[in-house]
């Protein structure tokens, strides 16, 4: 670990006691889901409630503390429930189909909705699952995406979404990290502590294009680009904001390259290792951290959740859709 962070004194994780993980995960493994039943609108509608039952309410307090301007904005819980049989790790990006039981993906939508976050999807990333499986796919290995076994730079997701359209926070849980492939988390208040006034200032400009990340299809795959727009920017509580890919982003001219280089090298200082083992989870705030991945050298499984605090842009945006959809069409956000 390589971190003098501010929040450096609150990053251990949050551990939850070992009676409630025990019958939290046999609440969760006897989950029954008829087969004809969308299962992540089962879990949407029960996990919360399950969730509530067994993590006491102090523990999600203070991991519901991250959505203060003034707190650390990423938090770490450890000793969750884990699914009793996993057979393998998924090649093709998919949920497998020998994964009976729904734990895992309980325990994210569970924290999610006890904590008064929305989960989201969007219907050209992952066939629109809820929950993502992030493990490299065969043949993707190169990818510069949750498929891919490549180091991932420093980044926020979907960054050429409107702000209102984009994922606010992100889950990531462990299934399966033999390897102890760390994920790395940034905070941009960190980042700003060390970087020279001059080139902050530059990041505020309207001088960088982001891509389309590679795990989106749309339109049969064009590679979208987005209007030239700051790095940086003020939240509406004040809050400074980072969205952009460190590793895929356009500069206008050498200044706005410098300043990238430097934050960059920034990053790479203030930036917290963690390891995400089987039953270790971590949420953080997609406007405020950025996050990254070391080469993945062994097999991985990690699953994703996005969450917002509102649905309601999405669904506005999305009109044709159930109004309990969670999942969103990204073309129609794109064309705003
Ligand atoms: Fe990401």
Redesign the pocket.
């Known amino acids: 670990m390589i971190n003098q962070s501010p929040y450096l004194h609150m990053s251990a994780p949050l551990n939850l006691d070992t009676q409630n993980q025990k019958y939290w995960g046999q609440a969760l493994e006897s989950l029954s889901i008829p087969s004809n039943d969308d299962p992540y609108e089962v879990l949407l509608t029960y996990a919360p409630e399950i969730a509530r039952e067994f993590v006491p309410a102090e523990l999600l307090q203070e991991v519901v503390s991250i959505k203060q301007p003034s707190t650390r904005p990423y938090r770490l819980l450890n000793n969750l429930p884990r699914d009793s049989q996993l057979m393998g790790v998924p090649t093709d990006g998919k949920r497998p189909s020998w994964k009976k039981s729904w734990v895992s993906e309980s325990v994210l939508i569970g924290i999610a909705g006890a904590l008064g976050l929305n989960p989201l999807s969007y219907l050209q990333e992952k066939e629109g699952a809820l929950v993502h499986e992030v493990a490299p796919i065969s043949g993707q290995q190169r990818q510069l995406?949750?498929c891919g076994k490549v180091a991932?730079g420093f980044?926020?997701?979907h960054a050429i979404l409107h702000r209102r359209y984009r994922p606010e926070y992100?889950m990531l849980i462990g299934l399966v990290n033999p390897g102890n492939v760390p994920t790395l988390i940034a905070c941009i208040d960190d980042a700003l502590e060390r970087l020279e006034p001059h080139h902050e200032k530059v990041l505020q400009q309207h001088r960088f294009r982001v891509e389309l990340?590679d795990s989106v299809s749309v339109w049969n795959g064009k590679k979208l680009l987005s209007e030239w727009k700051p790095m940086l920017t003020t939240g509406n509580n004040g809050v400074v904001e980072f969205s952009g890919n460190l590793h895929s982003v356009r500069p206008m001219d050498e200044e706005a390259a410098n300043a990238l280089s430097a934050l960059v090298a920034i990053l790479a200082q203030v930036a917290q290792e963690i390891v995400l083992k089987p039953g270790m989870l971590v949420l953080f705030d997609n406007h405020r951290c950025l996050?990254a991945?070391r080469s993945v050298y062994r097999e991985r499984w990690l699953q994703?959740l996005f969450c917002r605090h509102s649905l309601t842009d999405l669904r506005q945006r999305n009109a044709a859709l159930a109004s309990s959809s969670y999942a969103f069409d990204m073309q129609a956000l794109l064309l705003e």
Do not use: A, E, F, I
């Open positions: 995406s949750n991932l980044h926020t997701d992100l990340p996050h991945r994703r």
